[in-house]
Structure formats: C-alpha cells, structure tokens
C-alpha cells in the first residue's frame, strides 16, 4: 500500500513551526473496531480520539553489529487512567472488548489536520 500525505501535513511541514500530534488506533474484537487514543482529545477522519496519552515513550531497538542483528524490543506509552467516569485500565483489561494481542496503528498528524491520509 502506498502513503500519501495530505495536503495539510504537506503545508506545515514546510514551515518551521510544524506541531503535530500522534495518534493511536487499538482495536479490539475481530478488529473491525478500535478506540482512538492521541496526546489531546479531538475529532479526526470523523473518529473522537481521547486525549489520555501523556507520555509517548520511545522505541526500544537494538543493534549487533558482530552478529549482523537488529530488533526492535517493545514501545511502552503512558496514558492517563480516568476515562468515561470509569478507569481505562478496567476497559483494557477487564471490559468486554479484547485489546490484548490486537491490532494497534500508529498516525502522526498534523495540529490542524482533521484527516487521516493513507
């Protein structure tokens, strides 16, 4: 599948004071279905993305040089824990919906941009 980008993220990205945001698609289920976590909650593609994530972390990867090996580890994010008058640890873990070894996409996107381009 090839990306595209849109229109908006083409235009900030040539400005100096570009601000993006990302945001995380976990889906449950069959994984027809996924909440929307982002950094700050807004409306993207139609789709309300919750703005619980407080803490992005990194990547762990590694690399041997003398083995000829690379890996990436494990990403570890941190979310805020009150969601709907509930705790979004119960949703995750205890909830009706399963989230565990599904599906989860990553988007960098644009402050302004109210889209999704793939």
Known sequence: MSLTRSTNY???AKDS????????Q???GDESNFIGLSGKTRG????QYYGLVTDWGEVVESIDLGQS???VGSW???CANQWRKTAFSDELFYGTNKYINRKAILYIVP????TLAM
């Open 10 to 12: 083409i235009y900030a």
């Open 17 to 24: 004071t570009f601000e993006y945001d990302w945001i995380l």
């Open 26 to 28: 976990l889906y449950y």
């Open 44 to 47: 993207v593609g139609g789709v």
């Open 69 to 71: 090996k690379a890996s």
């Open 76 to 78: 570890t994010i941190r």
């Open 111 to 114: 402050d302004n941009d109210t």
